[in-house]
């Protein structure tokens, strides 16, 4: 609904339909004037009431009804891989003044929108870049009206994303080209190796109950009748193992927490004789938030020898309030100003680590919602690596071994957003 309120938007989809309306017949149609609303929350029912029923109607004269109901379930539902699907239920008739149908059409659309590139922030409070939203309905509109036999359609979206120009803090010395999947990282450039990264392992380390402070809270439910909270935190560390061609294998372990939380509530109980008594009870322990402390070391090992340790710490990025412009991930003749409504209104997390790298003070520091990682070494630029799960292109600023450049392909290859999450959180 967002993208078809905007007038520009607006008048393409009107377009679409005269177009399609005048190929079929060969007729001019008036002005068409798309209405959108929003569809109540409180509604009974899956969509609305498509009325087709003219109460006066006119001699010679033809009647199109025509509904594009967006199922907000499915409008904006994120896949496993990033991308975005929804539906739109197309419903149209014309008839003739003497109720004779001319056409009866019901389609079900499926737009799929495309994941963004890795190195790419998305809008995500939009289903797709504007002019492939509205591109869009020439096709459906075609299917409704030249196309007899269609009654489904899958549409492919471009994404829109956030367009930014990178700044350099000196010139840079060189780029490198990385090809990865969900198991391999490889640097196709010279220093050439690869990594195969299989599923990372966690162990429990400690467990804590937190029973003063649940016994008092359980003493204010039962006094007051509140309901409260009780609390159980566990200590992990997390293994995250990046294997050679040679079978050496570097691991990454990183320590965090999971927070869980039960809601206690008092019963009231009356037994015959009309004496009331109390009793607490709670519900089962959910998964409520996951946390990192930054005073904890961490650290990169490769055959039990320590590479890098490194604390790391969490803390809001305000970048967002320097997105003025927005494009479809890939082509630069898309790269449009961004209106103020369409603004990101926050952003997740940064994440800085600061520590030693075979003895090397060192920094990251990452931005774009985790796309852009900047190292440092003794305070100067030393690479930025492009991506959000595993780099797919790193820029040197100053000349780098081999081994440096995989440490820090491999501290760019980490999920950091996994370690700083609250439950139900949106961006």
């Known amino acids: 609904m967002i993208l078809a309120a905007e007038d520009s938007i607006k008048h393409s989809i009107e377009k679409s339909f005269a177009t399609a309306i005048q190929q079929r017949w060969n007729i001019e149609t008036p002005q068409l004037a798309l209405t959108i609303k929003p569809w109540s929350l409180f509604s009974l029912s899956d969509a609305p009431r498509f009325n087709t029923k003219v109460k006066e109607k006119r001699e010679n004269t033809w009647y199109l009804f025509l509904q594009i109901f967006a199922n907000s379930n499915t409008t904006n539902y994120y896949n496993v891989n990033g991308s975005r699907s929804g539906t739109l239920d197309v419903k149209c008739k014309v008839v003739r003044f003497d109720d ?16 963004q590139p890795s190195d790419q922030v998305s809008l ?21 009206f030249l196309q007899d036999d269609v009654t489904e359609r899958n549409i492919s979206l471009k994404p829109a994303c956030i367009f930014s120009d990178t700044k350099f803090d000196q010139p840079p010395l060189t780029q490198l080209e990385f090809k990865n999947d969900n198991l391999y990282i490889e640097n196709a450039t010279e220093p050439q190796f690869s990594f195969h990264v299989p599923d990372p392992t966690y162990v429990k380390t400690k467990t804590k109950d937190n029973t003063g402070g649940n016994i008092a809270n359980g003493t204010i439910a039962l006094f007051t009748g509140l309901s409260v909270n009780k609390k159980k935190t566990f200590d992990y560390l997390a293994d995250f193992p990046f294997e050679t061609h040679d079978s050496s294998v570097y691991h990454c372990f990183i320590h965090f927490s999971e927070v869980m939380i039960a809601e206690i509530d008092r019963d009231k109980e009356k037994d015959a004789g009309g004496n009331v008594s109390y009793s607490l009870h709670s519900s089962g322990f959910s998964n409520r938030w996951r946390k990192t402390d930054p005073g904890i070391e961490n650290f990169v090992t490769l055959k039990g020898d320590t590479l890098i340790t490194f604390k790391m710490k969490f803390a809001p990025g305000d970048e967002y309030k320097t997105y003025t412009r927005f494009w479809d991930g890939s082509d630069s003749s898309t790269i449009s100003d961004l209106p103020e409504k369409w603004r990101i209104k926050r952003n997740k997390d940064n994440v800085t680590l600061e520590g030693t790298m075979e003895g090397v003070a060192f920094h990251m520091q990452s931005s774009k919602e985790f796309t852009e990682k900047r190292f440092y070494f003794n305070d100067k630029p030393a690479m930025i690596t492009y991506g ?20 820090f392909t491999i501290l760019s290859s980490i999920p950091y957003s996994y370690f700083n999450t609250l439950q139900d959180d949106e961006y």
């Not at 000349?399 to 995989?406: A, D, N, T, V, W």
């Open 100 to 115: 004779s149908v001319i056409l009866d059409k019901k389609l079900l659309v499926k737009l799929n929108t495309d994941n």
């Open 124 to 144: 995500k409070g939009l289903p797709a870049y504007p002019s492939t939203y509205a591109k869009a309905f020439d096709t459906i509109a075609a299917a409704i």
């Open 388 to 407: 959000s799960d595993a780099p797919i292109r790193a820029i040197l600023f100053q000349p780098l071994s081999e081994q440096q450049i995989k440490l």
